[in-house]
Each structure stands twice: as C-alpha cells, then as structure tokens.
C-alpha cells in the first residue's frame, strides 16, 4: 500500500512538472506560481488522508489513492457536445450553468444569459492574467480554504490554474440559480482534474449556487475540486446540494466560506 501511494505520489510530482512547463509560453503570476510550489510542497509531506485522522476516520479514500490517477494539466480536447450533458442540466439554470470539462471550462457549453448584467463569470485562468481582477484574486484565492489541511486541498491548489471566477457585486440579486457543472469525459482512462473556483459575494448581494458532477463515459475518473465562497457583510449564499455523482466518477469537493458580519448562509435543497 506505501509503495503504490508513493507511486501516486510521484505521478502527480511529474504531471505538476508538465504544468510548470506547460505555463513558460504565457504571462507567469509570481505569487501564484509560489503558491503552486508551496501547495507541491504541502501535498507531498501530506499525503491523501486516513481513517486515523479525526475529520477522515468515517471516509476511507484508500481507493482514491490506490489508483494510479492521470492529472490532466491542458486541454485534450475532448468534443463534448450539449445533448450529452442534457441528463445533468437543471431546467431552471439552462440559462445560467457554468460547464467545466476534465476541470477546465467550456464557454461553448456554458451560457450566462439567465444572469443579470454585472455578474462575472470567466475563466480562472483569464482572470488570473487580467490587472481588473489581480486585487481581489491575490486577496482571498487560496486564503479561504487552508491547503495545509488535507492532501486534497494541497493537491489542487498546487495544479492552480483552470476553474472560475464568480463576482456578484453590491447590491445585486440572482434569481436564477448558478450551476456550477463538473463533468468528466477525458480521452485518456483514469483522468484527475482539479477546477478551483473562488465566489465573491458584495454588500446586498444574494444567489443560489447548484453544483454537480457527472461523468459522461463509462470509466473511472477523479475530479478533486475546491470552491471558496467569500461573502460579505449583508451578502445571502444560497447552496443546492449536488446530485450522486455517476459510477466510476470520484469527487472530493472542499466547500469553504469566509463570512463578515451579517452574512447569511442558507441551504437550499
């Protein structure tokens, strides 16, 4: 068992070296490429965790770290269509779903137009290139969730990159909810992903989030994902629990919030 999570292990270290390369030809972020390696660092004194820890003794993640999982760090270009994903739709977000394919984000399967003007949702990677949004993401990306705490974490914060950005400003109301939909269908068997999106609540501000994950193909995949909630003081979160994920499709999901006075979380189910 040491000798194949160590295995694991190392494959991750050599797909974190693919991303390391993979970034040289676009405009690097010091601060998040430090992150990456601390996160690198983090993952590999952490391991995944064990049934001997408190908060893990009721989840054995013993198959997770088992199989010998393949990160996909770039897109493979999978062509996911919309009909394939019509079984895991929600008829009230049709028009406001965000679709992340082996954890990368597909404009062509997403639609915003249920959302009101001045809501943003982009690319976590365009954001991270962008000065408009350089502030807030150095601010609260990776500060809501300690990825310190767990390999999982640890893991998807040091391939940092592909996911979402979600910004509600102040005073604005989202009636239609947000689905944020995870589907797995890569080319290559055993595939991991590893999206990361961070949402930022204004003053007044209200929405409800629906995420969900699917796997499309008939094959055994991880999607290891981190969504950090930073709502403040006034601003009402919404979230819908996510469906059973499809067989062969395994999710760990990190949920954080970091909350200011007078924050309201409620769940909707």
Excluded: C
């Excluded at 406001?96 to 943003?120: A, M, Q, W, Y």
């Excluded at 150095?138 to 910004?167: C, K």
């Excluded at 999901?253 to 979380?265: G, I, K, V």
Aim: proline share 6%; glycine share 6%.
């Amino acid at each position: 068992m040491v000798s194949q999570i160590a295995k694991q292990e190392n494959t991750y270290q050599a797909a974190f070296r693919e991303l390391q390369s993979a970034l040289a030809a676009f405009r690097r972020v010091p601060w998040v490429d430090r992150l990456r390696e601390s996160a690198m660092d983090q993952f590999e004194r952490l391991g995944f965790p064990s049934v001997k820890e408190e908060e893990w003794k009721y989840t054995n993640v013993a198959t997770i770290a088992k199989i010998d999982f393949s990160p996909i760090v770039t897109s493979d270009g999978v062509p996911l269509s919309a009909d394939q994903l019509e079984l895991f739709t929600y008829p009230e977000a049709r028009e406001s779903r965000l679709v992340f394919v082996n954890g990368i984000l597909r404009t062509d399967l997403s639609s915003l137009t249920g959302l009101p003007e001045g809501v943003v949702a982009i690319d976590l990677v365009e954001a991270l290139r962008s000065d408009r949004y350089h502030q807030p993401l150095q601010e609260y990306l990776a500060r809501i969730v300690d990825y310190g705490e767990n390999g999982f974490t640890a893991l998807n914060t040091a391939f940092l990159g592909h996911g979402a950005l979600v910004w509600i400003p102040k005073g604005l109301r989202i009636d239609t909810p947000l689905h944020l939909l995870f589907a797995s269908d890569a080319a290559q068997p055993n595939a991991a992903s590893f999206p990361r999106v961070l949402v930022i609540g204004e003053e007044n501000s209200s929405g409800t989030i629906i995420e969900s994950y699917a796997g499309v193909k008939d094959q055994v995949s991880f999607t290891n994902a981190v969504v950090e909630y930073r709502m403040k003081a006034q601003a009402l979160s919404m979230w819908r629990p996510p469906e059973p994920i499809s067989d062969g499709t395994a999710a760990s999901t990190q949920r954080t919030s970091r909350l200011e006075p007078s924050f309201r979380d409620t769940t909707s189910v």
